[in-house]
């Protein structure tokens, strides 16, 4: 997987809502951000990654079913980091507790 890196910080340096709005208006190009703030356009993964990714989702998703701990998310839930980046990891889980303080699980 490639990710392109733009640094956008010396022309204008988007706020969460301006970088929530890119993300909308662009459904086919898949962001995330750093914690310096610089955009990243992250590549599709190929056929095998794409294999063990949903391996690892559904396995995480039987676990959590049957233990009722958390709440699972996909590659296309991006989460603002407490270092301010914006993610989207493979599989994400996040205790019950963790989620029920969430205001926007999303970029």
């Known amino acids: 997987m490639t990710a392109i890196t733009i640094n956008l910080n010396p022309i204008i340096q988007l ?30 993964t190929g056929g095998e990654t794409g294999k063990r990714n949903f391996e690892i ?28 980046a914006n993610r989207s990891p493979d599989v994400a889980w996040i205790k019950k507790e963790s989620y029920s303080s969430l205001i926007n699980p999303s970029c």
């Open 57 to 84: 989702g559904i396995d995480f998703g039987i676990w959590n079913r049957q233990t009722k701990l958390g709440v699972c998310f996909d590659s296309s839930t991006c989460f603002k980091l407490p270092n301010g």
């Open 15 to 44: 706020t969460d809502n301006q970088f929530y709005q890119l993300c909308r208006e662009n459904p086919e190009v898949k962001f995330e951000r750093n914690a310096d703030g610089k955009s990243l356009i992250i590549s599709p």
